[in-house]
Each structure stands twice: as structure tokens, then as C-alpha cells.
């Protein structure tokens, strides 16, 4: 089945040390994201990529960073400049930028600190 | 700046009621709309997706529609049932697919 794989399903970040979150898809789809959701809030944007080794920064991209060295995969960092780690991490991905079609979510991270 | 209000943010209602829930967004010149459920602990799963030049989409028991010139979207769902309980969000985007979310609404259908 196609889809998007976030892993882990849990974390747990010790202060002052970085965490990776992993996002895999297999839908061939060449726009990537990463969100950030709050208790209560809506979701928002992190990081986005349009196409492979290009990406650019959302509304919070402080105290992130990512990379796109494959098509398939969009890992996110959380490093310890960001100083209020703990939410949902939320990977999507679309076919393409242009926003025709629909967005796709994996299933998230909850990240926590120890 | 591009917000969007989702009202109310809670609703509970008997089961095989009709309902309709709000969406509204202060930027008028967007490119697309999707309403997304999300259950909890989990993902977003796309429910609906209207382009800024449709009026419309239905899927099944779902009803979106789009008014751009004032800023509104409504979801309406026929004839809820209780796995219809779930939270769900709106979200706008102006071009390179940057979606701006409301807040949700958490819908409880009661059996």
C-alpha cells in the first residue's frame, strides 16, 4: 500500500540534545512537509520541499532543520535551539506544489522531553 | 496575513442528526480549500478538496461548500454516525500548496 511512514511513534529528547524524526513515501510524490501541532491548535508549517536537495523554511522554522537527499525521504532535526520541543510532528506529502491535489499525512511523532 | 477560524470548537449531537460545521478565512485569494478529519493521536486523512473556482465537492455523506467572496467554507455531513466522532480541520492555501489550518473542531456523535 502507498503511503507515509513516521518513525518513531514516541520520542524522548534529553536536554540540550538533537532528535531526528524520520518521513518516508513511497506515493512517488514530489512536494514534502513537516508540521508542528499544538494541543489545540491547527498545524503549522515547519519546513517544505519542492524537489530533491531543495527545501524552504514555514512559519517556525527555528530550531529546525531538515534535508531532502531523496526523492522518498524528508527527515526533520529537532536541535537544541529549539527551546519548547514537545508537540506533534506531522509529515504530509502531494504530488506536486501547485496545489491541485490533496495533501497526505503519516501518521506522526509525539515528541516529549525528559 | 492569512487566518482561519473554525467555529464552534467542540459540537456534540445525536446520532442520525444532519450538521454542519464552519470555516471562514480572512484572505480571499486563496488557491484551494480541504477539509482533513483527524482522529485522535493520529494523522490527517484528506476528506475533501475544492479549488478555488468550484463552488462544491461531495464525497459520499459529505457536502463542502466554497464561497471565496466572503470567506466562508461549510462541511456538512448527512446523517451522522458515531465513527463520524473525530476532530475536523479546514485549511486554505495560497499557492505552493502552504496550507494555513484552523484550529479544528472536535465532533462527538452520540450514540
Known amino acids: 500500500d502507498g503511503g507515509i511512514t513516521q518513525s518513531p511513534k514516541y520520542l524522548f529528547r534529553k536536554e540540550g540534545q538533537n532528535v531526528t524524526l524520520s518521513c518516508e513515501q513511497n506515493?512517488?510524490?514530489?512536494?514534502m512537509y513537516w508540521y508542528r501541532q499544538d494541543p489545540g491548535q491547527g498545524l503549522r508549517l515547519i519546513y517544505y520541499?519542492?524537489?530533491?536537495?531543495?527545501?524552504q523554511k514555514g512559519d517556525i522554522a527555528e530550531g529546525y532543520s531538515v534535508s531532502r537527499e531523496k526523492k522518498e525521504s524528508f527527515p526533520l532535526t529537532v536541535t537544541s535551539a529549539q527551546k519548547n520541543p514537545t508537540a506533534f510532528y506531522l509529515c504530509?506529502?502531494?504530488?506536486?506544489?501547485?496545489?491541485?491535489?490533496?495533501?497526505?499525512f503519516g501518521d506522526g511523532t509525539r515528541l516529549s522531553i525528559l | 496575513k492569512q487566518e482561519v477560524t473554525q467555529i464552534p470548537a467542540a459540537l456534540s449531537v445525536p446520532e442520525g442528526e444532519n450538521l454542519v460545521l464552519n470555516c471562514s478565512f480572512t484572505?480571499?485569494?486563496?488557491?484551494?480549500l480541504q477539509w482533513f478529519r483527524q482522529d485522535p493521536g493520529k494523522g490527517l486523512t484528506s476528506l475533501l478538496l475544492?479549488?478555488?473556482?468550484?463552488r462544491e465537492q461531495t464525497s459520499g455523506r459529505l457536502n463542502a461548500s466554497l464561497d471565496k467572496s466572503s470567506g466562508r467554507s461549510t462541511l456538512y455531513i448527512a446523517a451522522s454516525q458515531p465513527g463520524d466522532s473525530a476532530t475536523y480541520l479546514c485549511?486554505?492555501?495560497?499557492?505552493?500548496?502552504?496550507?494555513?489550518f484552523g484550529q479544528g473542531t472536535r465532533l462527538t456523535i452520540n450514540p
Open positions: 504530509a506529502s502531494s504530488a506536486t506544489l501547485t496545489g491541485i491535489q490533496p495533501q497526505h
Open positions: 484572505d480571499s485569494a486563496i488557491y484551494n
Open positions: 520541499s519542492q524537489i530533491v536537495n531543495d527545501f
Open positions: 506515493l512517488n510524490h514530489d512536494a
Open positions: 475544492i479549488q478555488s473556482s468550484q
Open positions: 485549511a486554505v492555501s495560497k499557492g505552493a500548496q502552504k496550507l494555513v
